[in-house]
T-cell receptor, first 115, second 112 residues
Framework: AQSVSQHNHHVILSEAASLELGCNYS??????LFWYVQYPGQHLQLLLK??????LVKGIKGFEAEFIKSKFSFNLRKPSVQWSDTAEYFC?????????????FGRGTQLTVWP | GAGVSQTPSNKVTEKGKYVELRCDPI?????LYWYRQSLGQGPEFLIY????????DSGLPNDRFFAVRPEGSVSTLKIQRTERGDSAVYLC??????????FGEGSRLTVL
């Protein structure tokens, strides 16, 4: 069965600190990879995605993620966080060739940034 | 509005009752998805519509759950004989031909 692991359930940082959120998946086939963000009181939004090509993907608001196939990982990074980055972050995977849009989500990481 | 609209935003019901949750997708989006998010978990796939037909309903947990999309736009998720374990946030998402998913804010169901 497909699983997506986000090892950090709650991360607390001060503004300007660097961020890295871990994501590992278990599927051995070809995957598409996503990070979604949910700001307080809002709906899930796409932060960035990887389908193919350059494994370093840049998203909105200065976020980036790196796909390391050998490690089955897709970690999210940001060099300097802001208070407005406080949100819950979800890693998600879909299987190439399977139902388009059928995503397997991790359980999420709550990021709290103190001003 | 321009986004995915879900109603009701909150629903409290008693065990054994029937519940309907509605999703109004972004205009022109042919693909529609239902996900369920239990407390402390990420969203879990329930069902996918392409147009009017359910292209993949393998995520529905049992036969108490059913969803329709009769005209290829609005969808209704129906839950019969609700159980306390059905309590969750039910998310709807739409997509243009299965591309990026655009999520609604969800319907929070509480079964007492």
């Amino acid at each position: 069965a497909q699983s997506v692991s986000q090892h950090n359930h709650h991360v607390i940082l001060s503004e300007a600190a660097s961020l890295e959120l871990g994501c590992n998946y278990s599927y051995g086939g070809t995957v598409n990879l996503f990070w979604y963000v949910q700001y307080p009181g809002q709906h899930l939004q796409l932060l960035l995605k990887y389908f193919s090509g350059d494994p370093l993907v840049k998203g909105i608001k200065g976020f980036e993620a790196e796909f390391i196939k050998s490690k089955f990982s897709f970690n999210l990074r940001k060099p300097s966080v802001q208070w407005s980055d406080t949100a819950e972050y979800f890693c998600a995977v879909s299987h190439r060739g399977s139902t388009l849009g059928r995503l397997y989500f991790g359980r999420g990481t709550q990021l709290t940034v103190w001003p | 509005g321009a986004g995915v609209s879900q109603t009701p935003s909150n629903k409290v019901t008693e065990k054994g009752k029937y519940v309907e949750l509605r999703c109004d997708p972004i205009s022109g989006h042919t693909a529609l998805y239902w996900y369920r998010q239990s407390l402390g978990q990420g969203p879990e796939f329930l069902i996918y519509f392409q147009g009017t037909g359910a292209a993949d309903d393998s995520g529905l947990p049992n036969d108490r759950f059913f969803a329709v999309r009769p005209e290829g736009s609005v969808s209704t998720l129906k839950i019969q004989r609700t159980e306390r374990g059905d309590s969750a946030v039910y998310l709807c998402a739409s997509s243009p031909k299965g591309g990026e998913l655009f999520f609604g804010e969800g319907s929070r169901l509480t079964v007492l």
